[in-house]
């Protein structure tokens, strides 16, 4: 069974700092790897995406892989209010890429203390 | 932001009733997807697309069933709604073209389903 595993949290950080969001999963032929962020009562938006192992940034995120180590994470920089949410981690397993969806974590609640 | 509308975006039913969600997309992607999110267990996948009358079951199917006649259209239906199929439903769609091929979703608004 595929499996991405998130801290729920709540994840508390002050306004201006770095927030660090991590997940792990299961299956070690997964290839693609994203972070949605979903904000209460609406539906999930994609953020980042990440492919190789390494750092990705765009803007004030960063997504990080280690494939070796089933670890991703993303790193949101000078953290704003409207950066409160709940953060959706989501893996595709199929070799090659593949049509049958997305793995997703239980996501984590992050909180920007102001 | 990508086509898509999903239709009711809210709907109060009763136990052993027929439900029909319907998303509807404009982007003419061949792979369209429904989940479910429920507290406590994130966003679960339970039918998808890969072409006109091409359907599959994702991790929890059972009591729902599908159907997509049109690239734009994909149904899904609870033959005989039960409380445990209370949720949120999303509709979710993936272009899939090219040579990266990665899977990314684009997700619709939702459908609040409440089965009293």
């Known amino acids: 069974q595929k499996e991405v595993e998130q801290n729920s949290g709540p994840l508390s950080v002050p306004e201006g700092a770095i927030a660090s969001l991590n997940c792990t999963y299961s299956?070690?032929?997964?290839?693609?790897f994203f972070w949605y962020r979903q904000y209460s009562g609406k539906s999930p938006e994609l953020i980042m995406s990440?492919?190789?192992?390494g750092d990705k940034e765009d803007g004030r995120f960063t997504a990080q892989l280690n494939k070796a180590s089933q670890y991703v994470s993303l790193l949101i920089r000078d953290s704003q209010p409207s950066d409160s949410a709940t953060y959706l981690c989501a893996v595709n397993s199929n070799p090659g890429g593949g049509a049958d969806g997305l793995t997703f974590g239980k996501g984590t609640h992050l909180i920007i203390q102001p | 932001d990508a086509g898509i509308t999903q239709s009711p975006r809210h709907k109060v039913t009763e136990t052993g009733t027929p439900v029909t969600l319907r998303c509807h997309q404009t982007e003419n992607h061949r792979y369209m997807y429904w989940y479910r999110q429920d507290p406590g267990h994130g966003l679960r996948l339970i039918h998808y697309s890969y072409g006109v009358k091409d359907t599959d079951k994702g991790e929890v199917s059972d009591g729902y069933s599908v159907s997509r006649s049109k690239t734009e259209d994909f149904l899904l239906t609870l033959e005989s709604a039960t409380s445990s199929q209370t949720s949120v439903y999303f509709c979710?769609?993936?272009?899939?073209?090219?040579?990266?091929?990665?899977?990314?979703?684009?997700f619709g608004e939702g459908s609040r389903l409440t089965v009293l």
């Open positions: 990440i492919y190789s192992n």
């Open positions: 979710a769609i993936s272009d899939l073209t090219g040579t990266l091929n990665t899977g990314e979703l684009f």
């Open positions: 299956d070690r032929v997964s290839q693609s």
